[in-house]
C-alpha cells in the first residue's frame, strides 16, 4: 500500500506563473518530509525538506508546505522557469528509521 | 554535488547472467542505497547499508543481493538477471537518515 501518494502523474504551467505540486502521506509516523527533482538521464536532486515540528519551509523560489491534519504536503514554485520541468518526487520519512520513502513522482511541464 | 559515482552506467546482460553494479562515495557517509526506478512505480528502495558490513533490504530486494566490504563502496548482485530486472538502478548516500544524494544511475537491459 502506498504510504507517499503524488496524485497528479504530469502537471503544465506557464512560464511565470506559480506550480504548485500534491503530496499525500498515510502513515502518522512520518516527521520529515523531502522534495527530489529529476530530470532525464540524470539521478534525482535533493531540492527542498521539511519537520513535522513546521508548517512551511522556504528555500528561494521554492516553498514546502506541511499540513499534518490533512496528512498533505505541498511545493510551490514561484515563479516557474523553463528549468523547471522535470520530474519532481515527494519523500518521507520516520522518526529513527534510517529510510526514506518515495512518491511515484509528478512531472512537470513550463510551457513558454 | 556529492561524490558519488556508479559503473557501469549502461549494461546489456541476458537473461541468467550474473550481475554486479558498483557504487562508489569518496563522502565518508555511512548510509549508502540502491533504488531502481521504474515508470509508473517512481523510486523503490531494493537493499540498503547503515555501515560496513551492515544492511538490510527495502520493499524490493528480491533477487538482489548487496555488499559492504568498505566505506566507500556498496556492490548489488543480480544472480540470475531476469527481464523483469531491467530498470534504471541508482545508488543514494547520505550521513544520517534524512537527505539522500543520489548517484547518476545505471541502465541496465536483461534481453
Known amino acids: 500500500d502506498q504510504q507517499v501518494k503524488q496524485n497528479s502523474p504530469s502537471l503544465s504551467v506557464q512560464e511565470g506563473r506559480i506550480s504548485i505540486l500534491n503530496c499525500d502521506y498515510t502513515n502518522s509516523m512520518f516527521d520529515y518530509f523531502l522534495w527530489y527533482k529529476k530530470y532525464p538521464a540524470e539521478g534525482p536532486t535533493f531540492l527542498i525538506s521539511?519537520?513535522?515540528?513546521?508548517d512551511k519551509n522556504e528555500d528561494g523560489r521554492f516553498t514546502v508546505f506541511l499540513n499534518k491534519s490533512a496528512k498533505h504536503l505541498s511545493l510551490h514554485i514561484v515563479p516557474s522557469q523553463p528549468g523547471d520541468s522535470a520530474v519532481y518526487f515527494c519523500a518521507a520519512s520516520a522518526r529513527r528509521d534510517d529510510k526514506i520513502i518515495f512518491g511515484k513522482g509528478t512531472r512537470l511541464h513550463i510551457l513558454p | 554535488d556529492a561524490g558519488i559515482t556508479q559503473s557501469p552506467r549502461h549494461k546489456v546482460t541476458e537473461t541468467g547472467t550474473p550481475v554486479t553494479l558498483r557504487c562508489h562515495q569518496t563522502?565518508?557517509?555511512?548510509?549508502m542505497y540502491w533504488y531502481r526506478q521504474d515508470p509508473g512505480h517512481g523510486l523503490r528502495l531494493i537493499h540498503y547499508?547503515?555501515?560496513?558490513?551492515?544492511?538490510d533490504k527495502g520493499e524490493v530486494s528480491d533477487g538482489y543481493s548487496v555488499s559492504r566490504s568498505k566505506t566507500e563502496d556498496f556492490l548489488l548482485t543480480l544472480e540470475s538477471a531476469t527481464s523483469s530486472q531491467t530498470s534504471v538502478y541508482f545508488c543514494?548516500?547520505?550521513?544520517?537518515?534524512?537527505?539522500?544524494?543520489f548517484g547518476p544511475g545505471t541502465r541496465l537491459t536483461v534481453t
Open positions: 547499508s547503515y555501515g560496513v558490513k551492515d544492511t
Open positions: 563522502e565518508n557517509h555511512r548510509y
Open positions: 543514494a548516500i547520505a550521513s544520517g537518515p534524512y537527505e539522500q544524494y
Open positions: 521539511i519537520s513535522s515540528i513546521k
